[in-house]
């Protein structure tokens, strides 16, 4: 999850489209379902330090959220929804060369 203070680039920015326009198709959203399954962003993993992850997933299959239909439904409104509008380094004139979330 990107917390709100989250600096991107332009590149960044343009990345991030790019990457949601190549899944922005009936195939494309099919592939990245399969994904997320594969993932296993869907379904309870054994690891211990993971028990508040399988509960939330515990709460979402109770509620009917995890039946596979309404992921699919929520695969293709995640494509509709509009991004979050960010300001990048640039357009904020910070020095991207200097600031140690940039550097590798």
Not at 13 to 18: C, F, K, P
Not at 23 to 36: C, Y
Not at 67 to 85: G, H, P, R, S
């Amino acid at each position: 999850m990107n917390r709100r203070d989250c600096k991107l680039t332009n590149a960044e920015v343009r990345h991030r489209n790019a990457v949601r326009q190549v899944f922005n198709s009936t195939e494309g959203k099919e592939e990245f379902l399969r994904m997320m399954v594969d993932f296993g962003m869907f379904r309870r993993i054994e690891e211990p330090d993971l028990a508040l992850r399988n509960y939330g997933i515990h709460k979402l299959e109770e509620m009917g959220f995890l039946d596979i239909e309404l992921i699919e439904e929520f695969v293709d409104w995640l494509f509709t929804t509009q991004l979050a509008y960010r300001p990048t380094v640039e357009e904020m004139g910070e020095d991207i060369e200097n600031d140690p979330l940039f550097s590798g």
